[in-house]
């Protein structure tokens, strides 16, 4: 095993392994270190967006993803209608998404980061960081066969919502920003090729619509990955039984899905989602936070797949650029890069998500948004982040003027 390296990466997941194939890519010697074996579950939708598309494109996955399954847009279920949205076409964006299950889209990402020079290490748990003057400088692991320490010139940190080597850094996710929750499991139904990813809004808790959506997601081979996800926008988020609220939004699928107890595959699995830059500053000396980490997760529509993507790629930009200029550890730039990208949409997304916490207020805009076709297609794109600023159609001149907005007042 190597013990002096130029970056060690904590996580194997969405966000390690982009960071691992840019660096390695660009000649850096690289070790991620992964707690688990792969292929190894996850709470996930599965579902790839065009930016989470555009990425795994850019790392030169071309031929992985024609295989996978492919979606045209969103079919939204809700107030007994039904809106099939197609993604824009767009020049930046992809016009389509994918589904992949965790277990193996985490598996041909890291792989591929390994064919171009990475050395992964599974069953590795990074215990601590190892610390020279204030500054990171390597960590320490435990494996079967003892503890060890790793030295390297930068740490990036994608151990997702794990967390407890992110709090040996000084980070941690505060309590204030919005945090959403999600429940998946996996059943055989007819719908596994639909081209759509089915959403259903405005779930409910007895008589509250609660902020967030149900889903169902076709995998292509034979099965669906059917799941909740809410948000603790909603006051009595507490009260509410994951499981319960999975079981309910099974009940109320139409029946031609054939969703239910006899095709069930697996049993419910929930995870925590971190949303909104809820984790800052995500860098330090010598350490970059990436992904679910740095609490990057979109709070509009709980995607962080894309987003541990871009800021693996990014945090691995910033490190190239280091490396190679011999400069400062400090790595502020990437920090601010990340409010210059993210910022003014994330502040928008904050907002919008304590204005759905609100039961009525969730359920009014749900009613007016299922009444036109062209809002429902405004709010997805927005939803979904497909800005583009080589655009010009009137949904991206209101997104740009939303974003201006955002950036006026923090």
């Not at 990466?9 to 690289?30: C, D, E, M």
């Not at 197609?86 to 299950?101: A, H, I, N, S």
């Not at 992110?166 to 499991?185: C, E, H, N, S, W």
């Not at 359920?363 to 076709?373: K, T």
Request: with cysteine; proline share 6%.
């Amino acid at each position: 095993m190597p013990t002096e390296v130029d970056v060690v990466v904590v996580g194997g997941g969405p966000s390690g392994s982009a960071a691992a194939h840019y660096l390695a890519a660009r000649g850096h010697s690289v070790v991620v270190c992964e707690r688990e074996t792969f292929p190894r579950e996850k709470t996930c939708g599965d579902g790839l967006t065009p930016r989470a598309v555009k990425v795994l494109l850019d790392m030169g996955l071309d031929e992985d993803l024609a295989g996978w399954e492919r979606v045209v847009g969103l079919r939204v279920h809700a107030e007994r209608r039904i809106l099939e949205i197609p993604f824009p076409k767009l020049e930046r964006w992809p016009d389509y998404g994918l589904v992949k299950p965790r277990k193996d889209l985490d598996e041909v990402v890291l792989d591929h980061a390994e064919s171009f020079g990475a050395k992964v290490l599974f069953g590795t748990t990074v215990t601590e960081p190892v610390f020279d003057r204030g500054v990171v400088v390597g960590v320490k692991v435990k494996r079967d066969d003892g503890d060890e320490e790793i030295r390297s010139k930068f740490v990036i940190v994608g151990e997702g919502t794990g967390t407890k080597f992110t709090r040996t850094l000084g980070r941690d996710r505060d309590p204030a920003y919005p945090m959403g929750f999600a429940i998946r499991q996996y059943f055989d139904s007819p719908f596994e090729h639909s081209g759509w990813f089915d959403a259903w809004l405005g779930v409910k808790s007895g008589v509250d619509s609660l902020p967030g959506y149900g889903w169902v997601f076709p995998v292509g081979d034979g099965s669906v990955n059917v799941g909740v996800g809410l948000l603790s926008t909603f006051e009595r988020w507490r009260e509410v039984n994951l499981r319960r609220l999975q079981s309910n939004f099974v009940s109320v699928i139409p029946p031609d899905f054939e969703i239910n107890s006899h095709t069930v595959l697996s049993r419910e699995r929930a995870g925590r989602l971190f949303m909104g830059q809820s984790i800052w500053p995500p860098h330090g000396p010598g350490f970059i936070l990436t992904g679910d980490a740095a609490g990057m997760i979109n709070p509009c529509n709980g995607e962080g797949i894309a987003y541990a993507y871009e800021t693996g790629r990014m945090a691995g930009r910033h490190i190239d650029e280091a490396l190679r200029a011999g400069s400062s550890p400090s790595l502020e730039s990437y920090t601010a890069e990340i409010e210059r990208v993210y910022g003014p949409y994330y502040r928008l997304g904050r907002r919008f998500v304590k204005v759905i916490g609100h039961p009525r207020l969730m359920g009014f805009l749900v009613s007016n948004a299922m009444r036109s076709e062209a809002l429902m297609s405004l709010t997805f794109t927005l939803l979904a982040n497909l800005e583009d600023r080589r655009a010009h159609s009137g949904q991206q001149k209101i997104f740009k003027a939303m974003n201006k907005l955002a950036e006026w007042k923090p």
